[in-house]
């Protein structure tokens, strides 16, 4: 709604970018906290952190010119990442892959990390889509006249900054999804300090944002569902995220039944 938010001459601090901030950084500290309870080494987690982050940003931005390609006439333009458009799921996928490669190299304890980070991302992306609500991207589709939708609709005003079709009512993806995840973290941190055994939060995590996530993008207007399936691959992935977040809870709540 507010892609701008400070404009002196030239310079502009673009609101997206400043919620993301505050994501990486609440989502940090928030890490740390359970990292310390964990026994995990400060300059482990920090590590761990920050190459994790920096995975994720360069899988960001590779799924984001896969699934928008038209939108690039050079390859420059594919370096230009401070003009926008990054994929979560790519990003996800990056950082995974960097995160477990950096424990592997550590021997850090796998489950423990991932739970620290399946506690840490709902908080983080919770702020990041407050940024998505300012700057319009990830909209949702327009809301049909006679939706009972209707009434929760938002509509963007006209700005040259923002992403969203403007002036129509849209289906409010951007808040409905901070709101999931906000919830998400409250429930996973209030979880932690009672878990029965490592693994359940990632596990969680896995499940209840998996389920957000494909509900919600029936309501995206941003990634066209598949031919024939009807589906989008943004729900494919959380299809998969559900069925390993659940794998996971079953195996090892069973293992430490046995151990």
Not at 4 to 31: E, K, P, Q, R, W
Not at 111 to 140: E, N, Q, W
Request: charged share 15%.
């Amino acid at each position: 709604m507010f892609p701008d938010l400070i404009t002196i001459g030239n310079f502009t601090i673009h609101t997206y970018g400043f919620f993301t901030a505050i994501g990486l950084l609440a989502a940090f500290y928030m890490g740390l906290y359970f990292a310390k309870k964990e026994g995990i080494q400060e300059k482990h987690y920090e590590n761990f952190f920050i190459l994790t982050v920096l995975g994720g940003l360069i899988g960001a931005r590779i799924a984001y010119v896969i699934e928008h390609k038209e939108d690039f006439s050079s390859i420059l333009d594919i370096f230009a990442i401070w003009n926008g458009g990054i994929d979560w799921f790519g990003g996800f996928i990056g950082g995974l892959a960097v995160a477990i490669t950096y424990i592997r190299m550590k021997k850090l304890p796998l489950l423990k990390m991932g739970d620290i980070a399946g506690v840490s991302i709902p908080l983080g992306h919770f702020f990041g889509r407050l940024g998505c609500t300012s700057a319009g991207c990830c909209y949702g589709k327009p809301v049909p006249p006679d939706s009972p939708f209707r009434d929760i609709a938002i509509i963007f005003p006209n700005n040259p900054h923002c992403l969203a079709p403007q002036g129509i009512p849209l289906y409010p993806t951007q808040p409905a999804e901070a709101i999931g995840n906000l919830t998400i973290f409250l429930i996973l941190f209030f979880t932690y300090r009672k878990k029965l055994f490592d693994g359940q939060i990632l596990g969680m995590y896995l499940i209840f944002y998996g389920i957000e996530r494909f509900l919600l993008e029936f309501w995206r207007g941003v990634t066209p569902p598949l031919p024939y399936i009807g589906l989008t691959w943004n729900q494919i992935i959380t299809l998969f995220m559900v069925f390993a977040g659940i794998f996971m809870i079953l195996f090892l709540r069973s293992r430490s039944e046995k151990a």
